[in-house]
């Protein structure tokens, strides 16, 4: 009985907010759990401030988030960018108001190949035909959201989606080299090279080598040519860049 009675307290006591490291560690160990940390929101006001962060630091992988959440990221822009919606016939009154959290604070990993998949989703739900310009300025915006909220990746992707036959990482890749507090801390680098798309992006590169203070490499693909070029380009870029 007296097992049970300390039980009971011991739950009532982390489920009200009394031992919040306990309950960090709990929500933690179901990082990886998505439906459990989605009813971790309502549990009380605790436990959601607790678990959103998760939810948020890997939203484009998430099958319940995916294109939707740029519609409430797009809520932290200022009047002047929603107003550049206009020209392409959206209502700015399509993005929230007033978010219960600052969202784009919580972004750790980005995939460029999921982000640009995502984006061109989104556009085909706003527009009747698809546009690469709109899917640009969706792109744009989207990462100055996050620098100006002054996030710090932990993991990014770089895959060129030539399949969707969009550029948006090359035409805006000024929006990295101008602001390297976004990829400072990046742990986790995944690069997938294709012949024709490293020229474009040797900045890229000696801004990563000059930028960054720790980078683990997961994966790079290349075929043979592309791997000739990659060495040789790497050399080169290093070498000037002592």
């Not at 959103?52 to 992988?61: G, K, N, Q, R």
């Not at 035909?129 to 993991?155: Q, W």
Request: glycine share 2%; hydrophobic share 40%.
């Amino acid at each position: 009985m007296k097992a049970n009675s300390f039980t009971n307290m011991a739950c009532s006591k982390i489920f009200s907010g009394d031992l919040p490291e306990l309950t960090y560690k709990i929500i933690q160990y179901f990082r990886k759990d998505i439906s459990t940390l989605y009813s971790f929101i309502l549990v009380n006001r605790l436990w959601c401030r607790l678990t959103i962060p998760l939810l948020w630091e890997d939203p484009f992988s998430l099958p319940t988030q995916n294109y939707r959440c740029i519609k409430t990221y797009f809520c932290f822009l200022n009047e002047d960018d929603k107003a550049r919606f206009n020209k392409y016939e959206i209502n700015d009154n399509l993005f929230l108001t007033n978010p219960l959290f600052n969202y784009p604070s919580f972004i750790k990993y980005l995939d460029i190949s999921k982000i640009c998949h995502y984006i061109k989703y989104w556009v085909d739900t706003l527009v009747d035909k698809s546009d690469n310009r709109l899917g640009n300025l969706v792109y744009s915006l989207l990462f100055e959201v996050f620098i100006e909220n002054e996030r710090n990746l932990h993991s990014f992707e770089v895959v060129h989606p030539r399949s969707y036959g969009y550029n948006y990482f090359d035409d805006n890749i000024y929006l990295i080299l101008q602001n390297p507090n976004l990829i400072y801390d990046i742990r986790n680098l995944t690069f997938h090279i294709y012949n024709n798309d490293l020229y474009q992006n040797i900045a890229f590169l000696e801004f990563l080598y000059s930028n960054c203070k720790s980078i683990q490499i997961n994966r790079c693909y290349l075929n043979l040519y592309g791997m000739v070029f990659y060495v040789c380009t790497v050399w080169y870029v290093w070498f000037y860049a002592v």
